[in-house]
């Protein structure tokens, strides 16, 4: 199934290819581009071999476009973006902004759906009656 990605600020998209497109910074570093695969919860990351990184390190997930910062408001270590399916209907992403962790929520109206091993961590900032 084909899926579409947007920024929930400027609504631009972040799908190009199979690739789903961010910029991700931490202080006093400027930041790289990194490339992340759109099916939700698969983990696979492309970005270039300079750029180095630890497991467990934070990072803050910035929209290419208009360079606002994809924190939600669910949990300081999600960052959120909307994902459209084929059939039109949108949905709320939330994923680990941590490197190595594997926590993604996909969510419409009432419910949720996890993914990944470590998604559990993040349950209780969604309202446990929404769960499935
Ligand atoms: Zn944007």
């Known amino acids: 199934m084909h899926s579409d990605f947007?920024?929930?600020?400027c609504r631009s998209h972040l799908r190009v290819g199979d690739y789903v497109v961010f910029r991700i910074k931490k202080k006093k570093w400027?930041?790289?581009?990194?490339?992340?695969?759109?099916q939700v919860g698969?983990?696979?990351?492309?970005?270039?071999p300079s750029f180095i990184f630890e497991e467990g390190e934070k990072f803050?997930?910035?929209?290419?476009?208009?360079?606002?910062d994809l924190a939600s408001s669910k949990h300081e270590d999600l960052a959120?973006?909307?994902?459209?399916?084929?059939?039109g209907e949108t949905y709320q992403i939330y994923f680990s902004?941590?490197?190595?962790?594997?926590?993604?929520?996909?969510?419409?109206?009432?419910h949720v759906e996890l993914y990944?091993?470590?998604?559990?961590?993040?349950v209780d900032f969604?309202?446990?009656s929404q769960l499935h």
């Not at 698969?42 to 270039?48: F, I, R, S």
Request: one cysteine or more.
């Open 6 to 9: 947007l920024c929930p600020h």
């Open 30 to 38: 400027e930041g790289a581009i990194i490339l992340m695969h759109p």
């Open 42 to 48: 698969n983990y696979h990351v492309e970005h270039h």
């Open 60 to 68: 803050d997930f910035h929209c290419p476009v208009c360079q606002h």
């Open 80 to 87: 959120m973006v909307l994902m459209r399916d084929n059939t």
């Open 97 to 110: 902004t941590i490197a190595g962790e594997k926590s993604t929520l996909k969510m419409m109206g009432e």
């Open 116 to 122: 990944g091993k470590d998604s559990e961590k993040y």
């Open 126 to 128: 969604f309202t446990l």
